[in-house]
């Protein structure tokens, strides 16, 4: 069954409204996008060999879950979950979950992050079997939330990162499409951010290239 964009799009806006007030929309969407990756990458491929994310015993969503509550939940969702999960991958620039002026003190920031990995909980968002038809659910569901920061910081969308329009756009007048190209054909964007331009300029090629 394919998963709801609706019921997607209204869980993750839900998991906003638990962070706001403490910090504004710059600040507040990492914490979200990565409850998002980390709950996609779990349910995809927890437990699944050779696959392309590794998630380290312990470091799964179902492990963060475990942490609701916990009087020191923060600091153990940097250490066991943020810590293990960002080595294995080598990821950078990871948010702190235990950083009190975003995210407050004591109680406050054992709710706010308890509330918050709870939504993330809805049967409703089981990437594992459920897919949108045809679409890329978690770059679609990044854009959403993007286009809604950007909303609520003032700006417009394209200073957050590149429309998925203005990529067709620039995808289709590179004239990819018709290129002939191979594995050794590269695409370069020396001002990457969300990789959105690259990943449109890649499904406009007829042959997989590198990005």
């Known amino acids: 069954m394919a998963l709801k964009k609706s019921e997607l799009y209204s869980s993750l806006w839900q998991s906003c409204d638990e962070l706001r007030g403490g910090m504004d929309a710059s600040q507040y969407k990492d914490y979200v996008l990565v409850l998002l990756f980390i709950k996609y990458v779990s349910d ?7 696959a392309p994310i590794t998630i380290p015993d312990g470091a799964s969503f179902a492990d ?4 609701k509550g916990t009087t020191d939940i923060g ?11 960002a080595s294995a991958n080598k990821l950078s620039d990871m948010p702190d979950f235990n950083d009190a002026t975003k995210l407050g003190t004591g109680k406050e920031m054992v709710d706010r992050l308890t509330n918050l990995v709870s939504i993330f909980e809805n049967p409703a968002l089981d990437f594992s079997k459920n897919r949108a038809d045809g679409d890329d659910i978690l770059g679609d569901a ?3 939330l993007m286009r809604h920061f950007a909303t609520e910081s003032g700006k417009s969308k394209g200073q957050f990162y590149t429309p998925a329009e203005v ?3 620039m995808a289709a007048v590179l004239g990819i499409h018709d290129a002939a190209t191979s594995n050794a ?7 990457c951010g969300s990789g959105s331009l690259l990943l449109k300029v890649g499904d406009e090629a007829e042959s997989d290239i590198t990005l």
């Open 75 to 85: 600091d153990q969702i940097n250490k066991k979950i943020i810590g293990p999960l």
């Open 64 to 67: 963060m879950v475990a942490l």
């Open 44 to 50: 995809k491929y927890a437990g699944v060999p050779y």
């Open 142 to 144: 990044y854009e959403y």
């Open 167 to 169: 990529s067709r756009i």
């Open 185 to 191: 054909t590269t695409v370069y964007d020396p001002t």
